[in-house]
Antibody, heavy 116, light 113 residues
Framework: EVQLVESGGDLVQPGGSLRLSCAASGFTFSTYWMTWVRQAPGKGLEWVANINPDGSEKYYVDSVKGRFSISRDNAKNSLYLQMDSLKAEDTAVYYC?????????WGQGILVTVSS | DIVMTQSPDSLAVSLGERATINCKSS????????????LAWFQQKPGQPPKLLIYWTSTRVPGVPDRFSGSGSGTDFTLTISSLQAEDVAVYYCQQYYSRPFTFGQGTKLEIK
């Protein structure tokens, strides 16, 4: 059974940093693209970033470029999102998702709150 | 970036009736290798992550009831629920996966009339 479990969410002050993790199981992690998607409270879905199977290709939405960094550790079956210079508008539930063409499996999400 | 625009924003349909949700892309999303449009539909129920229903415009994910169907071409796409059931109450999103960032529509909230 495919499972994706996010962790690392927290309340952080504007300008602060946070690192999200996503532990994957039930599939061969090292062969799939992986994606982070976020959802602000009461709002729609926003694609944030994705990474190819060996970690050599990374893509970001413009609003997080230069502040967020996606990475993975295939030996640990884990996906990460390093978030720096956080802003209030980054407040959201962050989902990791497996990308088989499109997003076929999702984690339950983790809440990140940016507030003073 | 490709903008995905859904209509309506909300929809109320009686049980057993048809529900139709539209999605329009600002650009072509036709994947030339298979001549299919890179369009997916997701269902999100309160407190849950989104669930993939349909990809390549009309290919249903195994296990998704056949009352859900997708269609469309060019820049106009449709999700149809042929006979609404109570468990279909949710927000539905379209998404293009043709060009990064892989943008979503703003969502359509489907309720029971």
């Amino acid at each position: 059974e495919v499972q994706l479990v996010e962790s690392g969410g927290d309340l952080v002050q504007p300008g602060g940093s946070l690192r999200l993790s996503c532990a994957a199981s039930g599939f061969t992690f090292s062969t799939y693209w992986m994606t982070w998607v976020r959802q602000a409270p009461g709002k729609g879905l926003e694609w944030v970033a994705n990474i190819n199977p060996d970690g050599s290709e990374k893509y970001y939405v413009d609003s997080v470029k230069g502040r967020f960094s996606i990475s993975r550790d295939n030996a640990k079956n884990s996906l990460y999102l390093q978030m720096d210079s956080l802003k209030a508008e980054d407040t959201a539930v962050y989902y990791c998702a497996r990308a088989q063409l499109t997003l076929d499996y999702w984690g339950q999400g983790i809440l990140v709150t940016v507030s003073s | 970036d490709i903008v995905m625009t859904q209509s309506p924003d909300s929809l109320a349909v009686s049980l057993g009736e048809r529900a139709t949700i539209n999605c329009k892309s600002s650009q072509n999303i036709l994947y030339s290798s298979n001549n299919k449009n890179s369009l997916a539909w997701f269902q999100q129920k309160p407190g849950q992550p989104p669930k993939l229903l349909i990809y390549w415009t009309s290919t249903r994910v195994p296990g998704v009831p056949d009352r859900f169907s997708g269609s469309g071409s060019g820049t106009d796409f449709t999700l149809t629920i042929s006979s609404l059931q109570a468990e279909d109450v949710a927000v539905y999103y379209c998404q293009q996966y043709y060009s990064r960032p892989f943008t979503f529509g703003q969502g359509t909230k489907l309720e029971i009339k």
